[in-house]
């Protein structure tokens, strides 16, 4: 879609932060960025990350922003946060996303599609209403946002992302390294997003630094070599629910995507 000196916020962050580095973690270089992302915890920031969501998806999608314009009820759910990317000059939202994970209820991609045996029994977890500004600080905004959302994964053991995007977006997602959750099926109108057709896909966690690592990828030192302490997901997710193995079947995440190196559009 947005650099100096500086110590975690918190102990959780340092967490989360920790295995997406491995040994390397503490070798990470340290990088403050222009703005904070953190969890929308009152009511003035939720309108806040509602404010810049509905102007993000008017862009694109005017009709179904209209029915953006105000909190939804998914944003008070106990088993959801909402992250909120901030300036440091004035305070100005300057993105946001909504995070869920499915240790309560399914995903809300679910009340479309079933999900394949593949994907079933895992940890999983879904981030819906990504939205930034759009000025010139858009790009770095939404990569912040997404790491933020790895690191949430991280933090929590989630086997697997799951995504869904208009085609555009979508792009973006197999850039990233998701993988298509229907291989051919084409896009899917999904009813939490005012039925327009997306395309869903998956990331799973457990390769993530090896797959990015062997592609080269672009993002790699931003993702899992620097630290940034303005990046702080808060605390752990609770309870924990049993573990369950990827069944057989289950695609090779990184053998198609680790052979060559993307670039960001």
Same mark, same amino acid.
């Given at each position: 879609m947005e650099l100096c000196q500086a110590n975690l916020t918190t102990q959780a962050n340092a967490d989360a932060i920790r295995p997406f580095g491995g040994q390397q973690a503490v070798h990470q270089a340290v990088e403050r960025l222009p703005f904070t992302i953190r969890r929308v915890e009152t009511e003035d920031e939720?309108?806040?990350?509602?404010?810049?969501?509905?102007?993000?998806?008017?862009?694109?999608?005017?009709?179904?922003?209209?029915?953006?314009?105000?909190?939804?009820?998914?944003?008070?759910?106990?088993?959801?946060?909402?992250l909120l990317a901030e300036s440091k000059l004035d305070g100005t939202p300057l993105g946001s996303t909504r995070i869920r994970t499915n240790l309560f209820r399914p995903l809300d991609v679910?009340?479309?599609?079933?999900?394949?045996?593949?994907?079933?029994?895992?940890?999983?977890?879904e981030a819906t209403r990504l939205g930034v500004d759009d000025g010139r600080a858009g790009r770095l905004v939404k990569m912040a946002l997404i790491k933020a959302c790895f690191m949430y994964c991280q933090q929590n053991d989630i086997e697997w992302s799951v995504a869904s995007g208009r085609a555009t977006v979508a792009r973006q997602y197999e850039q990233l390294m998701f993988v298509d959750v229907f291989p051919g099926q084409g896009?899917?109108?999904?009813?939490h997003a005012g039925n327009i057709e997306h395309r869903v896909m998956a990331f799973e966690l457990a390769s993530f630094e090896a797959r990015w690592a062997a592609a080269r990828h672009p993002m790699f030192n931003f993702f899992l070599g620097t630290r940034h302490p303005d990046i702080d997901? +808060?605390?752990? /997710? %609770?309870?924990?629910?049993?573990?369950? *193995?990827?069944?057989? +079947?289950?695609? /090779? %995440?990184?053998?198609?995507?680790?052979? *060559?190196?993307?670039?960001?559009?």
């Open positions: 939720l309108l806040k990350a509602v404010r810049i969501r509905h102007a993000a998806y008017a862009r694109h999608v005017p009709d179904f922003a209209r029915a953006l314009a105000l909190p939804e009820a998914a944003d008070y759910e106990s088993d959801t946060i909402v679910e009340q479309s599609v079933e999900l394949p045996e593949w994907l079933q029994g895992c940890r999983l977890v896009l899917i109108p999904l009813r997901v +808060g605390p752990r /997710a %609770a309870p924990r629910i049993a573990r369950v *193995r990827v069944p057989q +079947g289950a695609p /090779a %995440a990184g053998a198609a995507h680790a052979a *060559r190196q993307l670039a960001f559009a």
